[in-house]
Structures are given as C-alpha cells and as structure tokens.
C-alpha cells in the first residue's frame, strides 16, 4: 500500500528531526498534503495511527492534515482551473495543453514537540 | 519542566527526493554510468525483459542488476542464474516505491564504479514508483498487452516520467482486446516524444529495437 510507504518516510524524517532537538516527545504532525497527491487521508491515517506506535517519539502523536487544493494552469489561454473537477483538460479553451500548478505536494509541515528542562 | 514548543520543519518529500536524485544522475554520468530504471505493473515482464535484455548486451557492456522487491528475493536468483551477471536484492520493507535513498544506498551496495548499464527493476506498482525518481538516466516503463491498452490514460504520471515504452507479451494480442495503435496513441497524449517498443520476451519479436534503445542510452551517457 502506497500510504504506508509515505508514512515510514514522513515518521523517519520526524525522528530524526525530534533526536537532533533533543525531545521528549512530539505532541503533534502537520503535514500538508495535495488533493491530487497519491496520498488518500483516510489511508494515510490509518497506516500513520499504527505505525506510531512503533517509534521512539510519536507515541502518542496526533497527526493534522491539511488538505491543499489542486490547481492547473493551461498554457494557451493562460487561465488556472480545480484540478479535480476538470483534469487535464482546460474548461475555458479545451485545451489540453496544461500543467499541475498546485495540489501534488507532500510537504512535512511542522511538529510541535514536549522537551524537559 | 515541561516546554511545548514548534519545530518548523517546511520539507516537500517529493522535493528533497528530487534533489538526491539530481545529484545521483550527475554523479553516475561523471563516471559514464547508463542507470535504466524499469517500472510496471506486478507481473507484466520486467524479470523476463532484463534477462532477455542482459543476455543480449552482456558481450558488450559490463552490467549490474538490482532488483527491488516488497520482500522476496526470487527475481535476483532468476536473474542472477539465467544472465550470470553481477545482482543484488533489495527490500522496501513493505513499502510499495523505492526512496532515493534506497536506490542509492542500492548502488552502492553493488558496487558501480566498473559498469557501463545499472538496471534496476522497481516495484511493480503504476503509481508511486513514478512519484520518486530514483536518480536513473533513463526510464523505460512496460505494459503488457493482457493489461489493456488504456492504462497510459489511467496512470498518467507513469507515463509522463517514461523516456521510453515498451509494450510486452505482443505474442499474446490475438488473445486480448488490445489495439497497438490505441496504446501508441495513449502513451503520445502523455509523453509525445517518448519510443514505443512493441515486443514479446517470449518469442525474441521487436527485441532488436528495444536493445538498440538501451545502447543509445548508453552511449549517451558515455560521451
Ligand atoms: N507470453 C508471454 N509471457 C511473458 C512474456 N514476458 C513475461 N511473460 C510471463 O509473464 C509472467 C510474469 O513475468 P515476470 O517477468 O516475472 O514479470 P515481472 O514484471 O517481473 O513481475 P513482478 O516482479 O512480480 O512484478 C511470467 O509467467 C512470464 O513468463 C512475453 O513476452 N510473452
Ligand atoms: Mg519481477
Ligand atoms: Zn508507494
Ligand atoms: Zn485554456
């Protein structure tokens, strides 16, 4: 499963962010994500609510999503439409002469972490 | 004393897989290294293509194999017994697409530095394989005729990512519902420049242009 892959990925960059700072934990994740990325939320939680309970740090970590919204610009009239009502074909000239602008990322926005002086 | 703080941490996995792959794909052609990378569904002939492929550049250039796998290691036997050339195993550990790191650490693991063509066989999966590029020089992506001939317009990033295609098992179309020209025709509406190869493993058809391909690729790096 593909969330799951992502997740192992996202977790590894959060530990090794977390045991460079010299954390207790981390309370929180915020990760935004595409609306035309690979990743399916519900999936992504899933795997992510599982897989945290294997690790050092994220034990008891709540995990936001935030869903960023997909736009595409076409490149022979110069409008930018939703990505997901259209695809890759433009509503204003029917062209297909377009490309994803946003809607596609995954990006490990940050966490918020406990440390103890 | 306990302290909640922030940590911003602002990191596109994509972008930061895209930035190893960039300094890989330099790296190997400094040292005149072809990296194929081939991608496909499970089961449509990647194993089978190598090997046919190896066996009939072998004579010429010195080649390595990888071979990913969620977690079995029975395509590096395959490979390994039926071409004789250098392969290693590699395990996702249950991921379905190999990182960046991981094909690096791949090639390293095998040892590069005396080989004129890497090709590394990735998880048969149309989707998330094409998202992370693996630092390749080249990818070559496979459709096999009993898969159908609308899959370029159902994965289209795989086949946006695709330098070259090749459409496998062709012995089989009198069995299936697939048009040559339909898959041509949906493989240019995501890729216009990209070769389509028509072959079949099985019987050797087609195998001649695929292999001119691949040396074109690897002349490209060479010089
Ligand atoms: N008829 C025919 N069968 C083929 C051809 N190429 C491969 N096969 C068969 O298709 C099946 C799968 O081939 P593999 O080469 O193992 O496919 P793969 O893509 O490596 O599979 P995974 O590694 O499991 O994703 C095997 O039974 C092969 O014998 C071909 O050109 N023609
Ligand atoms: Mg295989
Ligand atoms: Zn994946
Ligand atoms: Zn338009």
């Known amino acids: 499963m593909h969330e799951l892959g992502i997740v192992v990925h996202v977790i590894e960059q959060v530990e090794k962010v977390a045991e460079e700072n010299n954390v207790e934990k981390v309370a929180r994740l915020s990760l935004e994500v595409g609306e035309v990325s690979s990743v399916v939320p519900d999936l992504f939680r899933d795997c992510f609510e599982w897989s945290k309970k294997k690790t050092k740090y994220l034990q008891d970590c709540e995990l936001e999503l935030i869903i960023l919204e997909g736009l595409s610009y076409c490149q022979d009239c110069g409008e930018t439409y939703k990505t997901t009502e259209y695809a890759k074909k433009c509503p204003h000239c029917g062209s297909y002469n377009t490309y994803l602008v946003t809607g596609n990322e995954i990006n490990i926005k940050d966490i918020q972490v406990v440390t103890r002086t | ?223």
């Open chain 2, 1 to 223: 004393m306990e302290n909640v703080r922030v940590l911003e941490i602002k990191e596109d996995i994509a972008s930061r897989n895209n930035e190893q792959a960039k300094s890989i794909r330099a790296e190997l052609k400094e040292k005149k290294i072809c990296f194929l990378n081939i991608m496909s569904s499970p089961g449509s002939g990647k194993t089978t293509l190598i090997v046919n492929l190896v066996n009939r550049l072998k004579d010429r250039y010195r080649i390595g194999v990888i071979e990913a796998d969620i977690d079995s290691a029975v395509d590096a036997y395959t490979v390994a017994e039926k071409t004789g050339v250098k392969t290693i195993q590699i395990h996702t550990g249950g991921a379905c697409h190999l990182t960046c790191q991981m094909s690096y650490d791949s090639l390293c693991a095998l040892g590069v530095d005396d080989l004129d063509l890497v090709i590394l066989e990735n998880i048969g999966n149309l989707v998330c394989p094409a998202e992370f590029d693996t630092g390749a020089t080249a990818n070559l992506v496979i459709l096999s005729v009993p898969e159908g001939d609308d899959k370029p317009l159902k994965y289209p990033l795989m086949f946006e990512v695709a330098s070259a295609v090749a459409v496998t098992k062709k012995d089989v179309l009198p069995a299936f519902d697939f048009s040559i020209e339909s898959a041509e025709k949906n493989v240019r509406m995501r890729k216009p420049d990209a070769p389509v190869f028509f072959v079949s493993a099985a019987t050797g058809e087609g195998m001649d242009g695929l292999v001119s391909y691949v040396e074109g690729e690897i002349a490209k790096v060479a010089d």
